[in-house]
Nanobody
Framework: QVQLVESGGGLVQPGGSLRLSCAAS????????MGWYRQAPGKQRESVAN???????NYADSVKGRFAISRDNRKNTLYLQMNSLKPEDTAVYYC????????????WGQGTQVTVSS
């Protein structure tokens, strides 16, 4: 069974906003630091943001001030609020533990596509 399911992506214009969600199952969500990652065509997957089990956050320099990561441990769900989107944010976005480890929630999920274009 799939343990990490991302949703919420779509096509938006530059300057627009999206909220991504990640539903986790199959393990104890609340004890893990979690993160959002993205991969653009022809590029390596990169870390976007992460959040500890107690809610402390860190962001890549490229998204600081624009993105906000959060979690709801009662719902086993991770969120990424994305504002002031830029074309360079276009990528497939994934969630996983921080750092990623297949021993926690298994392999990468399907991801959700975010396309920022005018």
């Amino acid at each position: 069974q799939v343990q990490l399911v991302e949703s919420g992506g779509g096509l938006v214009q530059p300057g627009g906003s999206l909220r991504l969600s990640c539903a986790a199952s199959g393990s104890i969500f609340s004890i893990y630091a979690m993160g959002w990652y993205r991969q653009a065509p022809g590029k390596q997957r990169e870390s976007v943001a992460n959040i500890t089990s107690n809610g402390r956050t860190n962001y890549a320099d490229s998204v600081k001030g624009r993105f906000a990561i959060s979690r709801d441990n009662r719902k086993n769900t991770l969120y990424l609020q994305m504002n002031s989107l830029k074309p360079e944010d276009t990528a497939v976005y994934y969630c996983n533990t921080a750092p990623p480890d297949p021993g926690n929630f298994g392999s990468w999920g399907q991801g959700t596509q975010v396309t920022v274009s005018s």
